[in-house]
């Protein structure tokens, strides 16, 4: 199942009081781009090569992470706070489809 080997990996490092890994693992979406995310789900190991990732960072445990990862699609709409992909900008806030036909059509 996705993320075992992460949560397992995080798990050891909390016991083990290593906190700098446990930051790291923590915090790693700030580390990787969506989109060495996407490639990363293809199984495209040349990306370990282009980051800078930790010595103790194996390709195994940073492609249990990225499958337990959504790559978000579209923009986030400031009135339902989800992704849409179609929508319009208003006062440089995007809105989605949805919610622009709800307050333009309320009376």
């Known amino acids: 199942m996705a993320g075992e ?49 930790p010595k103790w960072v194996s390709w195994e445990l940073l492609y249990d992470w990225a499958c337990t990862q959504k790559i978000k699609e579209g923009k986030l709409c400031v009135l339902c706070d989800e992704y849409h992909k179609v929508g319009v900008e208003f006062n440089g806030k995007f809105i989605c489809e949805y919610c622009f036909l709800k307050i333009k059509n309320w009376k």
């Open 5 to 53: 080997l992460f949560e397992k990996r995080l798990l050891e490092f909390t016991r083990r009081g290593d906190i700098e890994k446990v930051k790291w693992l923590e915090n790693i979406g700030k580390h990787i781009l969506p989109s060495y995310v996407k490639r990363i789900q293809k199984k495209d190991k040349s990306v370990m090569q282009e980051l800078i990732l």
